[in-house]
């Protein structure tokens, strides 16, 4: 339909121009749907803005522009109401033409965007050694239609998935495998059920038990210096989520997406601390190094 009220704006700026010369050229026809279906399909209210610079009353205003305003292919004839709205109906024939040229266009009447942006579609970003739910699903759906559409339209759509592979969950998981199934840390012998299963043993264990906190931290300390046995250990901890969820992505048909857990951003960690050092926004807080959005808006002032 924006073809159909692109044309229609033109024959209402050619209307006010033949009934009140060329000064309004340019003029917005505020052209909008009909507030209510009887009165018409659109509506212009370009007439009660005008009121004053032509020192007229709007719908005496609205009848002259309808007297030169020629849509006659598109509309029946328009008709003012109210203070001066003009009113327009689309007819039958022209909708019915309009149909059969979209039913026949591949593209079902929708062009391609004259300037198409790279666009980021973030989605769905479950959890790694955990089950996905029905919320994990409706993500997926919401990005997979936003990134359809916007593909369609000629878009650069790239999918990420962002998920939590990093930190303290997996120090506590590599713990637990290493001292209750050790054997699941060597061979492929797991399923993505079992992982959650022993990801809920590990999260009891670590509430309850101050020396398996310990091993877990010890772990996490572990796989970000970069030991081979701890990162091989969390390799097929995530290598089975994913294959486990790519089964379903599959099986639902999203698009193609690409998987960025924290990990992916690991290396970059220390060049923004320093950076964030350099501009005053560290904060030492609990033997942490923290960024404080207070302070980040009075280093913007």
Known sequence: MNSTIAQLKAQLETALIAAFGTDLAGVDPVLVPASNPKFGDYQANVALSLAKKLGQAPRAIAEQIVQQLNVAEICEPPTVAGPGFINLRLKTSYLEAQLKAIQNDSRLGIGAIENPQRIIVDYPSPNIAKEMHVGHLRTCFIGDCFARILQFLGHDVIGISHVGDWGTPFGMLIAYLREAFPEALTESSLDLGDLATFYRQAKKRFDEDP????????????????????????????????????????LVGLLPFTNRGESFYNPFLADVIEELDKLGLLVENQGAKCVFSGRIHQQRR
Do not use: H, M, P
């Not at 996490?220 to 992505?249: E, H, M, P, Y």
């Open 211 to 250: 020396i398996f906190q310990e091993a877990a931290r010890q772990a996490v300390v572990d796989l970000q210096a970069g030991d081979q046995d701890t990162l091989k250990a969390w390799k097929i901890v995530c290598d089975l989520s994913n294959r486990t969820n790519q089964k379903l992505f599959d």
